[in-house]
């Protein structure tokens, strides 16, 4: 995710159920670095009337932070519990990251807009569970759904990446970068892979060392073979400043067989990007790991 622990932290799962009516309506996995004596756990609850409306750089509704009765320090405390929905429908987080100095929590997801449509949901929280600013984006189509989340080393920027139809009814890759500090949008990219492709599916994203450069990978449909879309690696590298396409790298092991990328990550130094997933040939299915120069 880019977002990496620092010598003397933590990291925690916290698994949070929020109850309706005498039944479970989501259940969040939220994995968070903690610094001493700080915790974040997020849980977007599913049922329910919406409480308000959801705008780009404003409050979105839904929002309820629940401090912790106890004062104690004892690991696995909970300090507090933050529920985020969007103006429409159910909300449905996918990706949490911290920032550099470890004071806001970032998470994003599928989020309702009042256009009925799914879109990004992107909120952020302090450290005491207070929400700063909720951003959702919505593509030319109206379906569009956010897979990861990272944040730039010096804090200063948040990335989301998913998917997003187009005015066609594709599905794109969709990355956006937004300012950390206040949730205004700094930039959109797409990728609508080659000429004739049937959907893009962006599934993870990475920011280099130095903050210079975003790096999405994911599942895009080449040109289709008779009726049959056959997927491959779709790595795609952005000027983290401009969102800027530097390059595009595809991968598959046969043209007539599939391959979806599932996890990026950048060495220490920024030189070199790893991306895996699963491929297929004639023998079966392997993970299939590729390195690039960054």
Request: hydrophobic share 45%; no cysteine; glycine share 12%.
């Given at each position: 995710m880019g977002v990496y622990p620092s010598?003397?932290?933590?990291?925690?799962?916290?698994?949070?159920?929020?109850?309706?009516?005498?039944?479970?309506?989501?259940?969040?996995?939220?994995?968070?670095?903690?610094?001493?004596?700080?915790?974040?756990?997020?849980?977007?609850?599913?049922?329910?009337a919406s409480q308000g409306r959801n705008t780009s750089h404003a409050a979105a509704a839904g929002l309820r932070a629940e401090p912790a009765a106890s004062t104690a320090t004892a690991a696995g405390t909970?300090?507090?519990?933050?529920?985020?929905?969007?103006?429409?429908g159910a909300s449905e987080a996918t990706s949490i990251a911290t920032s550099s100095h470890r004071s806001e929590v970032f998470v994003t997801g599928l989020s309702g807009d009042t256009s009925g449509h799914q879109a990004y949901g992107t909120v952020t929280y302090s450290a005491r569970?207070?929400?700063?600013?909720?951003?959702?984006?919505?593509?030319?189509?109206?379906?569009?759904?956010?897979?990861?989340?990272?944040?730039?080393?010096?804090?200063?920027?948040?990335?989301?990446?998913?998917?997003?139809?187009?005015?066609s009814g594709?599905?794109?890759?969709?990355?956006?970068?937004?300012?950390?500090?206040?949730?205004?949008?700094?930039?959109?990219?797409?990728?609508?892979?080659?000429?004739?492709?049937?959907?893009?599916?962006?599934?993870?994203?990475?920011?280099?060392?130095d903050?210079?450069?975003?790096?999405?990978?994911?599942?895009?449909?080449?040109?289709?073979?008779g009726n049959v879309s056959q997927y491959e690696y779709a790595t795609v590298a952005y000027d983290?400043?401009?969102?800027?396409?530097?390059?595009?790298?595809?991968f598959t092991l046969l043209s007539t067989s599939g391959a979806s990328a599932t996890a990026?990550?950048?060495?220490p130094g920024g030189s070199k990007v790893f991306v895996t997933g699963n491929a297929a040939n004639a023998a079966g299915l392997f993970y299939a790991t590729v390195a690039y120069r960054a």
């Open positions: 010598a003397g932290l933590k990291a925690e799962i916290v698994r949070y159920g929020a109850w309706r009516g005498g039944r479970i309506a989501r259940i969040a996995l939220a994995i968070a670095v903690l610094a001493p004596a700080v915790a974040a756990t997020v849980a977007a609850a599913s049922a329910g909970r300090l507090w519990v933050a529920l985020y929905r969007g103006s429409n569970g207070v929400r700063r600013w909720a951003a959702s984006y919505n593509g030319p189509a109206g379906e569009n759904f956010a897979n990861e989340l990272a944040v730039s080393p010096d804090g200063s920027k948040v990335f989301v990446t998913g998917y997003s139809q187009d005015a594709t599905d794109d890759y969709a990355t956006v970068a937004y300012n950390a500090a206040t949730g205004a949008r700094l930039w959109v990219a797409r990728y609508t892979g080659p000429a004739g492709s049937t959907g893009n599916f962006a599934n993870a994203l990475a920011v280099s060392p903050g210079s450069k975003v790096f999405v990978t994911g599942a895009s449909a080449g040109k289709p073979i983290s400043s401009t969102g800027a396409s530097r390059w595009v790298r595809r990026v990550a950048v060495s």
